[in-house]
């Protein structure tokens, strides 16, 4: 089955809030070799001005999966797993995300293009905080392998 066309433009339900915890954030920056002391020291973060430690700028992509895993899962959406490489990844950022945020995503299709068997599906989640407030949106690109 191919991709559908239709997703373009679908919009999805807000995910449950993730509360971005101090010791995520520092797996997470060892993960990525991220060596900022803003990152592991909640003192240097906060002499920096941060109420805690500061999430690399990847770290977004921990909350975006919840978005991404609806997008997968849906029905019509002709999606196989099995086929799809990561072809892009970007943010735009508002403000840097740490430890104690309450983050909610909610992810829009922004585009879905056929190029021959292949489909390319551009898919942005913007993600608030518990105000409601921007703080980042993290932009994929799914490239969707067809079948000869």
Do not use: C, W
């Not at 700028?57 to 799809?84: H, N």
């Not at 021959?116 to 690109?141: K, L």
């Amino acid at each position: 089955m191919p991709v559908n066309p239709q997703l373009q433009g679908r919009v999805f339900p807000p995910t449950t809030p993730y509360l971005v915890g101090r010791e995520k954030v520092r797996e997470f920056a060892r993960a990525v070799f991220a060596t900022s002391s803003l990152n592991h020291d909640p003192d240097a973060a906060s002499a920096a001005g941060y109420r805690d430690v500061v999430a690399p700028p990847t770290f977004a992509v921990v909350v975006q999966e919840a978005t991404l895993a609806q997008l997968l899962a849906e029905p019509d959406a002709g999606i196989d797993f099995s086929r799809v490489v990561h072809g892009e990844q970007r943010f735009s950022y508002s403000r840097p995300i740490v430890a104690g945020d309450e983050l909610t995503a909610t992810l829009s299709v922004t585009s879905v293009k056929t190029l021959g068997v292949n489909a390319m599906v551009t898919a942005e989640s913007a993600i608030t905080d518990v105000d409601g407030d921007h703080v980042v949106t993290a932009t994929s690109v799914l490239v969707v392998r067809g079948e000869e």
